[in-house]
């Protein structure tokens, strides 16, 4: 039973008043005798009281300091102490309400050093055993608990999983100084999408600086959704107060608790994927390079975001985080790079598309303008020679779109040749980024690379002002040279393809704490050209995949119209990438995608089939080209050649 502070403190007063008013009386009663006795027999009695009375005060203090009494319980209680109580942290689900991240219970094992001396020592090579911990690691951790504060408990081993806490419970009362906390750790089941949840792990010097209210020893988002999302999804901690003695032991309630709050658990966020399209695009580039990016036409809402090779961020959570973070890092196929926010390739062909919309926008050709293909020009391939715009587009013909824009930058509006391609460029440049290439596509997708758009400022710090002209450019023709993309950018290419020249900025994010979607997310960009100028391109597209002439017939997927683009990416010396983008069905469409393979040769051999498959899933719900799906899931890295 607890004691009232006050009370005591009263109790205190009222002793020491009436001590003080009966050494008064004594002495009192001692003069009115001493008057009655000669001068010696006075010194005796008085002394004789004033002993006695210090006799009596001496012994009170001594009980006071000394005794088991409530007073020294009372003067033991020097110290109010907090505890934070950590809340439930929000879930990250998928848009069907599928579980991507949750939390379960782990353990830290805590050490108290001076309970430890006090039961006459540690067996430190049995608890070495018992938690597995290799004996130098574990008394270079008691060590660091000591040196830290011997009166306190300090974390040894952190973040062991339920499981493993639960078959070494049972022994560690045999280890004093020695305690469990419990805490919850993020969980990802499936190992899904673990590029965009990102990571939540231990804070830095940087967070407890940041003046968030973290301290040593709490963990935060630090990368992905969980890092963009961290004030949503942490909730609000509680915070229970108490008295505790000198040796930190808990004594009782501070006010009965009057002062203590309840924790407030985060809020849920809900993405845009769908968990299991981003499990069969995950499937499907197992042993593989590059990325798919899946994302609704309609809303801008992203249905996959696939890097590979990937990782599970539960590979990273434990005492065991650091070594395998550096496996991780160390791995030549660099697992931690998000490639399809992050790496950026050559558009290849399929940026002759836009080159044609911006051309037949401008006017500069038309839907039957027909150019030779004059192979001295550039390099070609297939068995055609004088194409119109369509036909170009299912041939990937170099000389038609050379000469596209060719007629765009080079058009004759100065009679210098270089200050015309300057001029010709610097009006080029911002029709292309209408496109959404070369920008952050609304800032909705944290970390997303911009790409690069070259312009005449580009140009004129690597050549020289007025020292080139188109014949020195020419390779962004057909999506080559100093052009730069992500699989994002190619994917939202397929979006405004869709749409007929408009795109809603991609974003993952569905809904928070049952509040709905952010607002601005669903912010609505035109890319200024006329749509009739699509039509066109969309039939070139249509015949890519269904004509036997098209490159991309391995995309095809039947009872479903589709729409789409190869591309063959030059890397160098290296094999190309393939490369493809496509949207399904070809009226009220509702997926757009794009497939990007590394070192894997033609678009139509790899990411058309690939594409092919993600689309089928995701409008049917089942694989009917099985023997397409076996090739793909048993082909690897490096690939066969053609």
């Known amino acids: ?48 009281i004033i002993l ?6 001496i012994g009170r203090l001594f009980q ?28 990250i689900l998928d848009r069907n309400g599928e579980v991507f991240l949750t939390n379960v219970p782990s353990y830290d094992l805590l050490f108290t050093p001076r ?35 011997s009166y306190r408990p300090s974390p040894i081993l952190k973040q062991i999983p339920n499981y493993d806490y639960a078959q070494i419970s049972g022994e560690l009362w045999r280890f004093p100084g020695l305690q469990s906390k419990r805490r919850s750790i993020r969980t990802n089941a499936g190992g899904l999408a673990s590029h ?57 309630p501070l006010e009965n608790g009057q002062f203590d709050s309840l924790p407030t658990s985060g809020e849920n966020v809900t993405t845009t994927l769908d968990m299991d399209l981003q499990a069969y695009g995950e499937r499907l580039m197992g042993n593989k390079r590059g990325a798919i990016v899946a994302i609704d036409p309609q809303t801008g809402e992203v249905l996959a975001l696939v890097s590979a090779p990937s990782y599970s961020t539960d590979f990273l959570t434990g005492k065991n985080r650091g070594a395998h973070y550096t496996e991780l890092l160390q791995d030549p196929s660099k697992p931690l790079f998000n490639r399809a926010m992050r790496a950026t390739y050559r558009p290849g062909s399929i940026f002759k598309m836009i080159q044609g919309l911006i051309a037949l926008d401008e006017g500069v050709i038309t839907t039957n303008s027909r150019i030779v293909c004059n192979r001295d020009i550039i390099g070609c391939h297939g068995a055609h020679s004088m194409d119109n715009l369509e036909q170009a587009i299912v041939h990937s013909c170099n000389p038609y779109f050379h000469e596209v824009m060719k007629r765009m930058v080079q058009g004759g509006r100065s009679d210098n040749i270089f200050q015309d391609a300057s001029e010709g460029l610097a009006l080029w440049s911002p029709r292309i980024k209408k496109f959404g290439i070369g920008t952050d596509l609304g800032g909705h997708l944290s ?65 928070i ?31 890519v995949v269904a004509s036997s002439e098209g490159t991309g017939t391995k995309a095809r997927v039947p009872g479903i119209t589709v729409c789409g683009k190869t591309g063959t990416v030059q890397n160098g010396e290296r094999a190309t990438h393939s490369v493809f983008m496509a949207f399904a069905p070809k009226e009220n469409p509702r997926i757009a995608l794009s497939v990007y393979v590394e070192n894997a040769g033609s678009g139509g051999d790899w990411a058309a089939p690939i ?32």
């Not at 300091?65 to 102490?81: H, M, N, V």
């Not at 990368?223 to 004030?231: A, N, R």
């Not at 023709?477 to 869709?498: D, R, W």
């Not at 089942?622 to 050649?641: A, D, G, N, R, W």
């Open 64 to 91: 006071l300091q000394l005794g088991p009494s409530a007073w020294k319980d009372y003067a033991a209680r020097i110290t109010e102490e907090r505890e934070i109580i950590d809340p439930a942290r929000g879930m």
């Open 611 to 642: 594409a092919s498959l993600m689309m089928e899933q995701f409008l049917t719900g089942s694989i009917s080209q099985v023997e397409k799906e076996e090739h793909i899931l048993e082909s690897t890295y490096p690939f066969p050649e053609h």
């Open 513 to 543: 704490g049952g509040k709905g979607k952010p607002q601005s997310l669903d912010s609505l960009v035109e890319t200024g050209v006329d749509p009739a100028a699509f039509r066109p391109i969309i039939q070139a597209m249509e015949a």
């Open 52 to 57: 006695l009375m210090s006799v009596i005060f």
């Open 196 to 252: 965009l949840l990102g990571e939540y792990r231990e804070t830095d010097r940087e967070d407890l600086n940041s003046g968030q209210g973290y301290r040593l020893g709490d963990y935060k988002g630090k990368s992905g959704l969980e890092l963009e999302w961290e004030t949503r999804l942490r909730g609000k901690r509680g915070i229970k107060y108490h008295l505790v003695d000198v040796r930190n032991d808990f004594r009782e």
């Open 447 to 511: 970390g997303l690379r911009s790409g690069s758009v070259p312009d005449t400022t580009l140009y004129n710090r690597m050549y020289g002002k007025k020292r080139w002209a188109y014949s020195t450019i020419y390779s962004i023709s057909i999506g080559e040279g100093e052009l730069l993309t992500t699989p994002v950018h190619m994917a939202n290419l397929a979006v405004i393809m869709a749409n007929r020249g408009w795109f809603i900025t991609p974003h993952t994010v569905l809904d």
């Open 1 to 48: 039973m607890g004691i009232d502070g006050r009370r005591v403190g009263q109790g205190l007063d009222f002793c020491l008043l009436h001590m003080g008013a009966l050494f008064d009386g004594f002495l009192h009663l001692a003069i009115q005798t001493a008057q009655t006795m000669n001068l010696k027999e006075r010194q005796w009695v008085i002394g004789g």
């Open 115 to 149: 309970q430890a001396r006090l039961a006459g020592g540690l067996d430190t090579m049995a608890l070495s055993q018992t938690i597995r911990l290799d004996t130098s690691e574990l008394r270079a951790a008691l060590a660091k608990a000591d040196a830290y504060a």
